[in-house]
């Protein structure tokens, strides 16, 4: 059984707490990584399981090594990291989605201006336009529509809501195009085909 000692100073020299200290040997810190590694679920009787050592001398260990003060300093780097993680993702998905609204707008527009001299009624118009600007308000992550509902003796209460995917968007603006194709009669083909149709 390990003598009971003073809990060792941890270093100020820039390296992570969960990184092996000054005065703490391998295994020490072998030990120490198998307890950080057991996640926010960590005991000192699982370590002490896994170690095959008494829940007393995981205990000592765990005093003279400061295993609690460096293993809550590597949850939350790992919560840093997961975060930063996540708006990175939240960032890139943001692009591709401007990216592909602006592809779909150069698209909407060249069937437009090509479809005008084929009398191209303001209500097909509307549809492609409108499904553009939801698929930018989309990638943008604002609300699609607002919806009023009012109660007993109470003013109008706004609900608002983001559809649901981008595939009910892009379905949206495929329907629109299918509707131009249909109603010039390009039907059997691809929906995107009515944007290559001649000026």
């Known amino acids: 059984m390990p003598t009971p000692r003073e809990p060792i100073t941890l270093a100020e020299d820039g390296r992570d707490l969960w990184d092996r200290q000054p005065g703490e040997s391998a295994k020490r810190w072998g030990q120490f990584c198998v307890y950080r ?3 926010r679920t960590r005991t000192l009787k699982r370590v002490a ?3 095959n050592v008494t829940h007393r001398t995981a205990q000592q260990y765990a005093h003279s090594f400061r295993w609690s003060t460096r293993a809550e300093a590597f949850d939350r780097h790992m919560d ?3 975060v930063a993680a996540i708006q990175e993702r939240q960032r890139r998905m943001v692009q591709d989605h401007l990216k592909l609204a602006a592809e779909f707008h150069g ?3 060249d069937a437009i201006t090509s479809l005008v001299g084929q009398n191209l009624n303001a209500t097909e118009t509307v549809r492609v336009a409108t ?3 939801q698929l930018i308000r989309f990638a943008l992550g604002e609300p699609d529509q607002n919806v009023s509902i009012t109660g007993r003796g109470g003013g109008p209460v706004r609900f608002s809501h983001v559809p ?5 968007l892009r379905a949206e603006l495929d329907e629109a195009i299918r ?3 249909r109603k010039h ?3 059997g083909v691809d929906p995107y085909d009515v944007l290559d149709l001649p000026e």
Do not use: C, N, P
Not at 164 to 168: C, H, L, R
């Open 164 to 168: 649901a995917t981008e595939d009910a």
């Open 131 to 133: 499904a553009y600007s």
């Open 179 to 181: 509707h131009l194709a």
């Open 185 to 187: 009669a390009t039907t």
């Open 107 to 109: 698209k909407a527009m």
């Open 49 to 51: 399981e896994r170690l």
């Open 37 to 39: 590694d057991l996640g």
């Open 80 to 82: 840093e990291q997961w």
